[in-house]
């Protein structure tokens, strides 16, 4: 009541109208964190207001509401500034690119605010001079606490604001530094800005105007700091706090619901209003872009080198055959030492009359094939080798497997059981390795055909034709009929590698753009996650076109895997793919918060997504559900399509090229759908809580 009656004693017939009212501002982050109780505030034009309160009491909380980066519960705030370019706003902690210099920082934020690089410079040197800023090239990173501070608060004044709403400039600074500053902040007063400012330190707090003691999310009292004190009969402002505080704690502690009537905000505060795109800002965007890739050299070179490494490795480690493969041989007909003095090959003999071992013929034959030969005398022995792997395979050569073989080709459907049985080659393997074991029946099933054909040499032509196959194996329609693993793997390697490399890059770009604030701050400078995605976007497009390009020559020029088709076209679902890639990854960055989440949530969507796109295994080949879900899958039906025009020249006009094409379209648009929704679902960094 006293110091009512003394507060309009002392009051100003005509205070300056108000330049930032709020009134009765409720906010709560949960039910057990209601932070603002009802706080109303009135700053007038061309004043400072120092709001004062103790650590967790709503200060930055309260300003982050007037700069509308947080969203009232209930309440009223008005701004009398137009635009956020009217805002300078300095965030407690940097919030500035720890990667950037001095002089970049300035060019960023100076180019979101539309300043020309002369107004740049000009505002750098006065910022230079008053807060003794270090040498422009020094990176955010190596600057000290308090340098940082002074950097931050510059970029704050940069474009000359109106209103300036500062949380903390000077925690930290020496004493001289603090004056410096305050002494500015009157300047800037008296040439009509306006101007808030948080502090801890209760006393610097007298060069304000006016003064809000805040606590527990109300504010105690606002007045100039000399009524405050002549009104509690005190000598400092530290004394009135603490007063404050002895009368009003019962009262304010305790109110924790939120008020009855419910006044919302309707004016709309300058964030709400921004325009979701300026040219100028997605310059500036695009500016910081190009300064971190410079800087982030690692990256750079990351993003060109791993297309190429993957590439490389791919074809120097997958597809070709094994080689040097050990296989045990029992050889009852022969001692397999004694081969050598035997023909090998075709000479014109025929094994009917010639002293010829079929033995010997397909041990030739298989080591043609790269096979080592080993010699056991024992089954049990040699089974136990293959046990211990020691050797892949066995082949048993019965006593008279050549001269069982004669009669069953002399003597046909006569033989005997005993013929028959003998003329057989027994063989086991090793299946562990399903791969290395059809690679083995494959090479000694070849081998044992080319063994015959050199063993009936010149027999008669008949007899040529009789032992062999009964199939014509005719040129190949597409492909080669030796083409290798590699050229089946080639297509998916490129589209997983096109649709990967994307991902990685832009969740893990778009989750550092919101490390320590920095998206925040830049946020309420005005800039928009639109021109943010879009800025990285060009950035990601042109890393795209040259990992296809990269991709495509290694793989198709440099190793010479198939590629008949339109390159144009081979090229352009490349880009698609990519595109898409990226598309997912603002997915993953907005559905994560942190690198950690992002990396595990991208590395096992990948892996889900190659073990069903066909990429390693025919898609025929999956089993159950898989089988008819497959196609749905993303990228699916793309590397169907590269493999199509890689392998099979098809075109445009090709149902599988073309399905290539849309099934991208439809991710991109599922993934576009799924990121819009989430962000705009999103509540803290990317989105006003
Ligand atoms: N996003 C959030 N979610 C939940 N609680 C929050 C969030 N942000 C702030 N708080 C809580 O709100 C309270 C007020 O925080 P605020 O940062 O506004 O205080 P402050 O007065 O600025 O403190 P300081 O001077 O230490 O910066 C704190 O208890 C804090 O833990």
């Given at each position: 009541?006293?110091?009512?009656?003394?507060?309009?004693?002392?009051?100003?017939?005509?205070?300056?109208?108000?330049?930032?009212?709020?009134?009765?501002?409720?906010?709560?982050?949960?039910?057990?964190?209601?932070?603002?109780?009802?706080?109303?505030?009135?700053?007038?034009?061309?004043?400072?207001?120092?709001?004062?309160?103790?650590?967790?009491?709503?200060?930055?909380?309260?300003?982050?509401?007037?700069?509308?980066?947080?969203?009232?519960?209930?309440?009223?705030?008005?701004?009398?500034?137009?635009?956020?370019?009217?805002?300078?706003?300095?965030?407690?902690?940097?919030?500035?690119?720890?990667?950037?210099?001095?002089?970049?920082?300035?060019?960023?934020?100076?180019?979101?605010?539309?300043?020309?690089?002369?107004?740049?410079?000009?505002?750098?040197?006065?910022?230079?001079?008053?807060?003794?800023?270090?040498?422009?090239?020094?990176?955010?990173?190596?600057?000290?606490?308090?340098?940082?501070?002074?950097?931050?608060?510059?970029?704050?004044?940069?474009?000359?604001?109106?209103?300036?709403?500062?949380?903390?400039?000077?925690?930290?600074?020496?004493?001289?530094?603090?004056?410096?500053?305050?002494?500015?902040?009157?300047?800037?007063?008296?040439?009509?800005?306006?101007?808030?400012?948080?502090?801890?330190?209760?006393?610097?707090?007298?060069?304000?105007?006016?003064?809000?003691?805040?606590?527990?999310?109300?504010?105690?009292?606002?007045?100039?700091?000399?009524?405050?004190?002549?009104?509690?009969?005190?000598?400092?402002?530290?004394?009135?706090?603490?007063?404050?505080?002895?009368?009003?704690?019962?009262?304010?502690?305790?109110?924790?619901?939120?008020?009855?009537?419910?006044?919302?905000?309707?004016?709309?505060?300058?964030?709400?209003?921004?325009?979701?795109?300026?040219?100028?800002?997605?310059?500036?965007?695009?500016?910081?872009?190009?300064?971190?890739?410079?800087?982030?050299?690692?990256?750079?070179?990351?993003?060109?080198?791993?297309?190429?490494?993957?590439?490389?490795?791919?074809?120097?480690?997958?597809?070709?055959?094994p080689k040097n493969i050990n296989i045990g041989i029992?050889?009852?007909?022969?001692?397999?030492?004694?081969?050598?003095?035997?023909?090998?090959?075709?000479?014109?003999?025929?094994?009917?009359?010639?002293?010829?071992?079929?033995?010997?013929?397909?041990?030739?034959?298989?080591?043609?094939?790269?096979y080592k030969i080993k010699?056991y005398?024992?089954?049990e022995d040699a089974k136990r080798s293959i046990k211990k792997n020691k050797i892949w395979a066995l082949?048993?050569?019965?006593?008279?497997?050549?001269?069982?073989?004669?009669?069953?080709?002399?003597?046909?459907?006569?033989?005997?059981?005993?013929?028959?049985?003998?003329?057989?080659?027994?063989?086991w393997v090793d299946d562990s390795d399903r791969y290395m074991s059809?690679l083995i029946?494959?090479?000694?099933?070849?081998?044992?055909?080319?063994?015959?054909?050199?063993?009936?040499?010149?027999?008669?032509?008949?007899?040529?034709?009789?032992?062999?196959?009964?199939?014509?194996?005719?040129?190949?329609?597409?492909?080669?009929?030796?083409?290798?693993?590699?050229?089946?793997?080639?297509?998916?390697?490129?589209?997983?590698?096109?649709?990967?490399?994307?991902?990685?890059?832009?969740?893990?770009?778009?989750?550092?753009?919101?490390?320590?604030?920095?998206?925040?701050?830049?946020?309420?400078?005005?800039?928009?996650?639109?021109?943010?995605?879009?800025?990285?976007?060009?950035?990601?497009?042109?890393?795209?076109?040259?990992?296809?390009?990269?991709?495509?020559?290694?793989?198709?020029?440099?190793?010479?895997?198939?590629?008949?088709?339109?390159?144009?076209?081979?090229?352009?679902?490349?880009?698609?793919?990519?595109?898409?890639?990226?598309?997912?990854?603002?997915?993953?960055?907005?559905?994560?918060?942190?690198?950690?989440?992002?990396?595990?949530?991208?590395?096992?969507?990948?892996?889900?997504?190659?073990?069903?796109?066909?990429?390693?295994?025919?898609?025929?080949?999956?089993?159950?559900?898989?089988?008819?879900?497959?196609?749905?899958?993303?990228?699916?039906?793309?590397?169907?399509?590269?493999?199509?025009?890689?392998?099979?020249?098809?075109?445009?006009?090709?149902?599988?090229?073309?399905?290539?094409?849309?099934?991208?379209?439809?991710?991109?648009?599922?993934?576009?759908?799924?990121?819009?929704?989430?962000?705009?679902?999103?509540?803290?960094?990317?989105?006003?809580?």
């Amino acid at each position: 009541m006293f110091y009512r009656m003394c507060r309009d004693a002392l009051q100003l017939q005509h205070p300056p109208p108000a330049s930032v009212e709020v009134r009765s501002a409720y906010k709560k982050y949960s039910s057990s964190a209601i932070v603002l109780r009802g706080v109303s505030l009135t700053v007038r034009r061309n004043t400072i207001y120092g709001l004062l309160g103790p650590s967790g009491c709503g200060k930055t909380t309260l300003l982050n509401c007037i700069v509308g980066q947080t969203k009232l519960d209930n309440g009223i705030i008005n701004l009398e500034s137009n635009g956020i370019d009217d805002i300078g706003y300095m965030p407690q902690d940097l919030c500035l690119d720890p990667l950037l210099s001095i002089e970049e920082i300035f060019i960023y934020f100076g180019t979101i605010f539309g300043l020309s690089r002369n107004e740049i410079i000009t505002r750098y040197k006065y910022f230079n001079n008053l807060f003794d800023l270090p040498p422009r090239n020094m990176l955010i990173n190596n600057l000290s606490g308090g340098q940082q501070r002074r950097v931050s608060l510059a970029i704050a004044l940069l474009h000359n604001p109106t209103l300036l709403i500062l949380d903390e400039p000077t925690v930290g600074l020496d004493p001289i530094l603090s004056e410096k500053i305050w002494l500015h902040l009157s300047d800037l007063s008296s040439e009509g800005k306006t101007i808030i400012i948080t502090t801890h330190y209760i006393e610097e707090a007298r060069r304000a105007h006016t003064v809000g003691m805040m606590r527990s999310g109300v504010i105690l009292s606002e007045d100039a700091p000399e009524n405050l004190m002549k009104c509690y009969g005190c000598s400092s402002l530290e004394d009135v706090f603490l007063k404050l505080c002895m009368i009003d704690t019962s009262k304010v502690i305790h109110k924790t619901s939120l008020p009855i009537d419910d006044e919302i905000q309707k004016k709309l505060l300058p964030l709400d209003s921004n325009k979701k795109f300026e040219t100028r800002r997605f310059r500036a965007q695009m500016l910081k872009n190009r300064f971190l890739l410079w800087r982030n050299k690692q990256m750079t070179y990351l993003m060109l080198c791993l297309p190429v490494i993957i590439t490389v490795f791919f074809n120097m480690a997958i597809g070709s055959d094994p080689k040097n493969i050990n296989i045990g041989i029992i050889n009852e007909e022969i001692d397999f030492r004694n081969c050598v003095n035997f023909t090998y090959k075709h000479n014109n003999n025929c094994f009917l009359d010639d002293k010829m071992y079929g033995s010997c013929q397909l041990i030739y034959q298989l080591n043609k094939r790269t096979y080592k030969i080993k010699n056991y005398n024992d089954i049990e022995d040699a089974k136990r080798s293959i046990k211990k792997n020691k050797i892949w395979a066995l082949l048993r050569f019965n006593f008279n497997y050549t001269e069982s073989l004669k009669n069953r080709v002399s003597t046909g459907r006569d033989s005997t059981d005993d013929v028959i049985d003998h003329s057989f080659l027994e063989f086991w393997v090793d299946d562990s390795d399903r791969y290395m074991s059809i690679l083995i029946e494959r090479d000694v099933t070849l081998s044992l055909s080319d063994a015959l054909k050199n063993l009936v040499g010149s027999c008669n032509d008949s007899l040529d034709k009789v032992i062999s196959y009964p199939i014509k194996i005719h040129d190949a329609i597409y492909g080669s009929n030796s083409g290798s693993f590699t050229q089946f793997v080639a297509p998916g390697t490129v589209c997983i590698c096109m649709f990967f490399l994307p991902i990685i890059f832009t969740t893990f770009v778009m989750l550092d753009e919101q490390n320590d604030g920095i998206l925040d701050r830049v946020l309420t400078s005005g800039m928009t996650y639109l021109e943010i995605a879009l800025a990285h976007s060009v950035v990601q497009f042109t890393y795209i076109c040259i990992q296809a390009i990269e991709i495509l020559i290694i793989m198709y020029i440099f190793y010479g895997n198939p590629f008949i088709g339109s390159v144009t076209i081979g090229f352009s679902l490349l880009i698609v793919i990519g595109i898409t890639g990226m598309i997912y990854g603002f997915v993953l960055a907005l559905a994560n918060d942190s690198h950690f989440a992002a990396g595990f949530a991208g590395i096992g969507s990948n892996f889900l997504l190659m073990c069903a796109c066909g990429f390693i295994w025919p898609t025929q080949g999956a089993r159950h559900f898989v089988k008819y879900t497959n196609k749905f899958v993303p990228i699916t039906l793309a590397i169907e399509a590269l493999r199509g025009i890689t392998m099979r020249g098809w075109s445009f006009d090709h149902k599988a090229v073309y399905m290539g094409f849309i099934s991208m379209f439809i991710w991109a648009l599922i993934f576009y759908i799924i990121s819009y929704a989430l962000y705009k679902s999103k509540k803290g960094t990317w989105r006003k809580v």
